[in-house]
Nanobody, 116 residues
């Protein structure tokens, strides 16, 4: 059974940085595209960043130039480096993988709060 476990969230001041980690239970990060999503209170969950198994990346316009998604296949971990954080980045961040016929898997989420 595939599991995703996020960590690295917390409280940070505007302009600060955080790095989120998503540990996978198997080496799925090297086989499947992996995503980071976020959901702010009262808002729909939105895609933030994606990395394909080939290493291609894409980002939501709101985070381009500030966030970087990367993965370490040896550690079965996907990262989201977040720089120049803004209050509007405050949300629960979720790791996600689409396993095709085996369905979608979500992590439990990690809270990021950007506030002075």
């Amino acid at each position: 059974q595939v599991q995703l476990v996020e960590s690295g969230g917390g409280l940070v001041q505007p302009g600060g940085s955080l790095r989120l980690s998503c540990a996978t239970s198997r080496s799925i990060s090297s086989t499947y595209a992996m995503d980071w999503y976020r959901q702010a209170p009262g808002k729909q969950r939105e895609s933030v960043a994606r990395i394909t198994n080939g290493g291609s990346t894409n980002y939501a316009d709101s985070v381009k130039g500030r966030f970087t998604i990367a993965r370490d296949n040896a550690k079965n971990t996907v990262y989201l480096q977040m720089n120049s954080l803004k209050p509007e980045d405050t949300a629960a961040y979720y790791c996600h993988v689409d396993l095709g016929a085996r369905g979608h898997v979500w992590g439990q989420g990690t809270q990021v709060t950007v506030s002075s």
